[in-house]
């Protein structure tokens, strides 16, 4: 079974710096999805930035961007120039290539940022 | 922008009682699911839908849970008999290709 581990149950960044929220997975499959969810304290669920394996280009939106090592089986979350907006939960997750596949979550890191 | 909705964002019920939760997908959207969070804990897979059938079911979808697709627009998770462990966050999501989910607002059950 396909597996998601975040080991930063926390992480902290000062308003404007830049932070790095890890993430790593086991799967046996090639072709598969990854994203990063954001869920503020209205717990709504927010994808912040997704994935394709098959690709080598690591995925940018805005001043979120991933370092994807497919070997290595690591998705890490670079936040930019953090903002207050972005203290959140964050989620890492990922989904096998089909139709109907569920999406797996990791346990989350809660981010703060500090004025 | 189109978006899920779902109803009530808060339900509070007995140890016992049937809750229905709804949910209205994205209208052009195919596949549908339900997740639950527990609070202060990961998002987990609870059903798919797809083609008017259940797709996958975690074994947390015991036979206390069912979905249904009534009409072209509502998707509901129906809990028969509801338990003090039932009391998450419900969020549903509906995905139109093969590509990203998205989710509504969730449901906050309380059992009582």
């Known amino acids: 079974a396909q597996t998601v581990t975040q080991s930063q149950p926390e992480m902290s960044v000062q308003e404007a710096e830049t932070v790095t929220l890890s993430c790593t997975y086991d799967?046996?499959?090639?072709?598969?999805?990854l994203f990063w969810y954001k869920q503020p304290p209205s717990r709504q669920m927010i994808l912040v930035i997704r994935?394709?394996?098959?690709?080598?280009q690591n995925a940018t939106e805005n001043r979120f961007s991933v370092n994807f090592q497919k070997a290595a089986k690591s998705f890490s979350l670079k936040i930019s120039d953090s903002q207050l907006g972005d203290a959140a939960m964050y989620f890492c997750?990922?989904?096998?290539?089909?139709?109907?596949?569920?999406?797996?979550f990791g346990k989350g890191t809660k981010l703060t940022v500090n004025p | 922008e189109p978006e899920v909705t779902q109803t009530p964002s808060h339900q509070v019920t007995q140890m016992g009682q049937e809750v229905i939760l709804r949910c209205v997908p994205i209208?052009?959207?195919?596949?549908f699911y339900w997740y639950r969070q527990i609070l202060g804990q990961k998002v987990e897979f609870l059903v798919s839908?797809?083609?008017?059938?259940?797709?996958?079911k975690s074994e947390i979808f015991d036979d206390q849970f069912s979905v249904e697709r009534p009409d072209g627009s509502n998707f509901t998770l129906k809990i028969r008999s509801t338990k003090l462990e039932d009391s998450a966050m419900y969020f549903c999501?509906?995905?139109?290709?093969?590509?990203?989910?998205?989710f509504g607002p969730g449901t906050r059950l309380t059992v009582l």
């Open positions: 997750a990922y989904r096998r290539q089909g139709g109907s596949e569920k999406l797996v």
């Open positions: 994935q394709e394996a098959y690709k080598q």
């Open positions: 209208s052009n959207h195919l596949y």
């Open positions: 999501a509906s995905m139109y290709g093969t590509h990203e989910q998205f």
């Open positions: 799967t046996s499959e090639s072709d598969y999805y």
């Open positions: 839908f797809y083609n008017n059938e259940i797709s996958e």
